[in-house]
């Protein structure tokens, strides 16, 4: 029996039913395209379908007599060793339904779960964190331009079930990648059945870039903690910028709240850590021997202090640096002659360190059960906020 033999057949008694191709398709449960793809060469159907497609043959016009359309579903099983993801691994591990031979990577006495409920939670989990494009929440139109743009106004980019699945998430080994599980996945979406009665799904096209990441327009405002940050900011500005001690201007709930943000990026300084600063060589600051450290290399005077970042007019904080180089940058050094003095700490010290690049957050899969899509947008969030801390102060700006 060859390859063409067996398409001949099929076209040959599915010409003897008066069935279409894509009917035959929707009937056995599979995308429009299934049995076209078959008679054309592009694919073979496994021993399985074959099966199935014998069956369908003999039984369609007595299930057409009876129910007026033939219909023969045949259940097909995925594993766990389908999947690459871990949490789609324990989610079958967790809710297989039978063990056998699984239909798409061949793996033996093994748990099984039938594919198109396996679609329908794998779908679940893409509508955590994805939307179709004129939801109006991922991307919005621009009218001008016609075309969709993101939250910072550049042309957005909407990506594919099949995109999100192979390459965001690349939950498919390589050989299930090849074997047309992904198409089985989402191909009950749209049967025919369903589409009949009206049930047509945007997750039925797997192939269709129309998915947007959810809420992305709004993004950061969307964080309780980015609220926090701006009422923080308010009162810290104009309130209350040293004792949280109750009524308005009480900003403890917010520094509670953003520890466990920050916890990542904490870095702890053991006694004896050596920090510096530098002043610029001055009239008044000549002579290396009559130097005063405290005096001359300690907090500035409070008649010198400006309000800063982190502190007000006429309350001098102490800005220290891990070396040298950095004192000479928040000095603006260029030409000139400077003194640099290095401290010593005599007590461990628990310090924030936003240069941490690896802490930054690194969101849970779509399949945890832990994905909040919040955490989704922290990262950009902290990148703000840390830019607006270092943002440099100059001479002639609002230092409030």
């Known amino acids: 029996m060859t390859d063409d033999f067996v398409r001949n057949r099929i076209t040959q008694l599915r010409l003897q039913k008066g069935v279409s ?61 389908c999947f690459t993801n871990r949490y789609l691994q324990e989610f079958i591990t967790n809710n297989y339904e039978s063990i056998g031979i699984c239909d798409f990577c061949g793996s033996t006495d093994i748990g099984l779960y039938p594919v198109h409920k396996m679609g ?81 799904s945007l997750w039925g096209e797997i192939d269709e870039p129309q998915f947007v990441i959810r809420d992305e327009l709004y993004g950061t405002e969307l964080l309780p903690v980015y609220h926090d940050w701006l009422m923080f900011k308010h009162i810290a500005k104009h309130y209350n910028r040293f004792f949280a001690i109750g009524g308005y201007g009480d900003y403890t709930g917010f520094l509670e709240k953003f520890k466990k943000t920050l916890r990542g990026f904490t870095e702890d300084l053991p006694v004896g850590t050596k920090l510096y600063r530098t002043r610029i060589q001055t009239s008044e600051l000549v002579d290396l021997i009559k130097i005063q450290p405290y005096k001359d290399m300690g907090p500035a005077p409070p008649k ?46 628990q310090v924030i360190d936003f240069t941490k690049e690896n802490y930054y957050y690194d969101i849970s899969s779509i399949f945890s059960d832990d994905y909040c899509h919040e955490e989704r947008f922290m990262t950009r969030f902290l990148k703000s906020f840390v830019k607006e801390l270092s943002q440099p102060v100059s001479d002639n700006q609002d230092r409030s």
């Open 21 to 81: 191709e894509y009917q035959m398709s929707y009937d056995l449960g599979h995308s429009r395209g299934y049995i076209y793809n078959i008679s054309s060469g592009k694919s073979l159907p496994p021993l399985s379908e074959l099966f199935a497609i014998t069956i369908y043959e003999l039984s369609y016009s007595c299930k057409k007599n009876c129910m007026g359309r033939g219909i023969m579903m045949i259940t097909r099983n995925c594993c766990k060793n």
């Open 120 to 200: 329908n939670y794998i779908r679940e989990c893409l509508e955590k964190a994805y939307e179709y494009i004129d939801d109006g929440t991922g991307a919005m139109w621009d009218g001008e331009e016609k075309n969709y743009i993101d939250y910072k106004g550049n042309p957005s980019e909407p990506v594919s079930i099949r995109e999100i699945l192979c390459d965001d998430e690349a939950i498919f080994t390589d050989a299930t990648k090849e074997n047309g599980l992904l198409e089985e996945l989402f191909e009950h979406v749209n049967s025919y059945e369903r589409v009949k009665d009206g049930e047509y």
């Open 304 to 349: 010198y202090a400006q309000t800063n970042r982190m502190s007000p007019a006429g309350i001098s904080y102490l800005y220290l640096a891990s070396d040298i180089d950095t004192t000479f940058s928040e000095c603006r050094l260029s030409d000139c002659t400077a003194f640099v003095a290095e401290f010593e700490s005599k007590q461990d010290l």
